[in-house]
């Protein structure tokens, strides 16, 4: 990191501990790569947090709707291109075996960082993103109709990115094709499906000896809760399990039970990873048609009309730009 010029050694009064995490590797699943981490959390904890706001997953999976072609971009450790104020740099301060050393690029972990990171990503776009292009943090997408029209796009990124001094990696970049990996979705033409790889691992999930675990494979699937029909209660005995004094307990009791939890509304009573197998494809919403509002009450009771609509929704033939639900108040 010397050699990189992305730190340098420091005499500062501050001091970060450090981690080595295991990541595996994504082109080579058998391999393990280890990241260096700076741990923050103290240094977090006297920052004043920034609001910049991060764009909604669910904003961005809109803006694909009728779109051929798509390139993603990749920026080169997009966060070390963002050097650090000189006044700053003795906070980011870190411990190690050979001395105290300090950042002269911003860090990944600091509680600024993804906004500091999308704030600069919003002023080089401008005007494209949201109509030629979404961002999230490093990873932009590009979308569009018309091939030739493509290329042009692409062509005033590069020139916005050379003028702003940003690389790109090559080697996680793709170009022109009509599919493409986008936060755990493949998206093309069609709609967007779930991710097989991210799919792979929630379908591997061991069993949950604990309460955390539990709650860590209840965020991961509902990451994809809108490809999974009844996903609510599908999940319920599993919701059930985190609630405050509820007492859980690891072993024979929740496997025989399906720990994954059964759906209590489908006759071939299929586990939750059972759904994750679907390669469900969702369909872009049609953007100049109405919108339809579901109330959860009128869902739970499998409403015919609702559940027509809901099918051809998922199948792109529905009339329905967005399904917005609703609670009862009763």
Same mark, same amino acid.
């Given at each position: 990191m010397m050699k990189m010029k992305l730190v340098q050694e420091s005499t500062s009064e501050w001091a970060s501990p450090i981690l080595i995490v295991l990541k595996e590797d994504q082109n080579e699943p058998t391999k393990v790569k280890r990241r260096f981490v700076t741990d923050f959390r103290q240094l977090n904890s006297f920052t004043i947090r920034d609001p910049y706001p991060m764009p909604l997953i669910s904003d961005i999976m809109l803006c694909f709707a009728s779109a051929k072609y798509f390139t993603a971009l990749d920026l080169n450790s997009g966060f070390w291109q963002i050097p650090i104020r000189e006044r700053d740099r003795l906070k980011t301060a870190f411990v190690t075996l050979d001395g105290l050393f300090e950042y002269l690029v911003m860090p990944m972990?600091?509680?600024?960082?993804?906004?500091?990171?999308?704030?600069?990503?919003?002023?080089?776009?401008?005007?494209?993103?949201?109509?030629?292009?979404?961002?999230?943090?490093?990873?932009?997408?590009?979308?569009?109709?018309?091939?030739?029209? $493509?290329?042009?796009?692409?062509?005033?990124?590069?020139?916005?990115?050379?003028?702003?001094?940003?690389?790109?990696?090559?080697?996680?970049?793709?170009?022109?094709?009509?599919?493409?990996?986008?936060?755990?979705?493949?998206?093309?033409?069609?709609?967007?499906?779930?991710?097989?790889?991210?799919?792979?691992?929630?379908?591997?999930?061991?069993?949950?000896?604990?309460?955390? +675990?539990?709650?860590?494979?209840?965020?991961?699937?509902?990451?994809?809760?809108?490809?999974?029909?009844?996903?609510?209660?599908?999940?319920?005995?599993?919701?059930?399990?985190?609630? +405050?004094?509820?007492?859980?307990?690891?072993?024979?009791? $929740?496997?025989?039970?399906?720990?994954?939890?059964?759906?209590?509304?489908?006759?071939?009573?299929?586990?939750?990873?059972?759904?994750?197998?679907?390669d469900r494809l969702f369909a872009f919403p049609v953007l100049e048609l109405e919108n339809l509002v579901i109330s959860l009450k009128d869902e739970q009771a499998k409403d015919p009309v609702i559940t027509e609509i809901k099918e051809k929704l998922e199948k792109g033939l529905s009339d329905v730009k967005l399904v917005k639900y609703i609670v009862d108040a009763d």
């Open positions: 972990g600091l509680t600024n960082s993804p906004a500091t990171f999308s704030r600069l990503m919003d002023k080089v776009i401008g005007d494209l993103k949201w109509k030629e292009l979404v961002v999230y943090l490093d990873n932009i997408v590009v979308m569009s109709q018309d091939f030739d029209k $493509h290329l042009a796009i692409l062509s005033e990124i590069f020139a916005r990115f050379r003028k702003a001094n940003l690389t790109l990696r090559p080697s996680k970049c793709s170009f022109a094709r009509n599919s493409v990996e986008v936060l755990g979705f493949i998206v093309d033409e069609n709609g967007r499906r779930a991710n097989p790889k991210s799919v792979e691992k929630l379908r591997r999930f061991p069993v949950p000896d604990c309460l955390k +675990k539990v709650r860590s494979f209840c965020g991961l699937a509902s990451f994809y809760r809108q490809l999974i029909p009844n996903f609510s209660l599908i999940m319920a005995p599993l919701y059930a399990l985190t609630q +405050k004094n509820i007492e859980y307990k690891s072993g024979k009791t $929740h496997s025989d039970a399906d720990f994954f939890s059964r759906n209590p509304i489908d006759s071939d009573n299929k586990t939750m990873q059972d759904y994750l197998e679907i």
